[in-house]
């Protein structure tokens, strides 16, 4: 499929600057989140997670996939939500777990391989009478819904996917967003992920220790000292990097998805628009704009971000 290099998206000037349409995006501005109606979804294992949705009439529904440390009514959710509420779809905005407000409980958490959550996400969602399902992922939430398309059989339901700010090697990002300015993003996230791994010992002493969430400074650290012994299915962090990283699971994708990487994403790294692999692939679209930040992308002349423009026509192109 096309690697798209040739972007329509354009935004004024002070947005082609991607730490300023990120910060912008994602905190400055506010956005209303839909009026979910909410649902504990138990899971096979003993836990839940919280699942936000708003049903409509109509047979088609999008799936969303929050990013690291987010949930279901941060402002990229909003926005995406209540576009596609505007043209009649369902919408089901899941929460990882320990996401939306209620810690889970059992001692995991979540990570960018979690793809077990979303595939009982989506099998909720077929089971509502749904007949078109789409998905849409920010950041995280798009390798999650990634890994999962590769590496699952696809209900014919699914019909396509839109993976936004999506990271395509893991250890690329990582290396990204541990240098320079990039790391007041890391900053943020450790702090957040570093209170929930105190909790976590809390709950589980004899599994967990305090002494875990003291020495996280970085994000390797989360995965080689939290997601790697307390998940299971990775032996070290260079295994979580690849079997975690969306870059070797895309052979097993079978129907049409948006990659949409910016270039000047302060995330990113060098390895996340995979160009060559966009051209060789029969489902995989890569649309690469100049700018539009980390789950940006302001419009000049619209209240929608363009990511979300560009999801639901590449949805109406693709059905």
């Not at 007041?184 to 004899?206: A, D, E, H, N, W």
């Not at 910016?262 to 790294?269: E, H, K, Q, R, T």
Request: hydrophobic residues 35%.
């Amino acid at each position: 499929m096309p690697y798209i290099s040739n972007s329509s998206y354009e935004t004024d000037f002070i947005f082609q600057n991607g730490h300023i349409s990120t910060i912008y995006s994602g905190i400055i501005r506010k956005l209303e989140s839909p009026e979910y109606r909410r649902k504990r979804l138990f899971l096979t294992d003993g836990d839940f997670l919280l699942l936000d949705y708003v049903l409509q009439t109509s047979k088609k529904a999008i799936i969303l996939c929050h990013g690291l440390e987010g949930d279901s009514k941060k402002n990229y959710n909003n926005a995406c939500a209540n576009f596609f509420i505007e043209q009649g779809y369902s919408v089901f905005a899941w929460n990882n777990r320990s996401c939306g407000g209620e810690m889970n409980l059992l001692p995991n958490l979540y990570h960018h391989g979690s793809i077990e959550d979303l595939g009982a996400v989506i099998n909720y969602v077929l089971a509502q009478n749904i007949e078109e399902v789409f998905l849409v992922g920010f950041s995280l939430g798009g390798d999650q819904i990634l890994n999962y398309l590769g590496r699952k059989q696809v209900s014919e339901k699914i019909k396509a996917a839109v993976a936004i700010s999506a990271p395509f090697q893991l250890k690329s990002s990582a290396e990204k967003i541990q240098g320079g300015i990039s790391k007041i993003y890391l900053s943020r996230f450790i702090r957040k992920i570093r209170g929930k791994i105190q909790q976590k010992s809390v709950q589980f002493p004899s599994l967990i220790s305090k002494e875990i969430s003291k020495n996280i400074k970085s994000f390797e650290d989360v995965i080689d000292r939290f997601i790697v012994p307390v998940h299971g299915g990775y032996t070290d962090l260079a295994d979580y990097y690849k079997k975690a990283s969306p870059a070797y699971s895309t052979d097993g994708i079978n129907i049409p998805v948006l990659v949409l990487n910016a270039w000047d994403d302060p995330i990113l790294g060098k390895e996340d628009h995979p160009i060559a692999l966009a051209e060789q692939h029969k489902y995989l679209y890569l649309e690469t704009p100049h700018h539009g930040g980390h789950c940006a992308f302001p419009l000049k002349i619209s209240k929608h971000p363009y990511s979300v423009v560009r999801a639901f026509e590449f949805f109406k192109n693709n059905t």
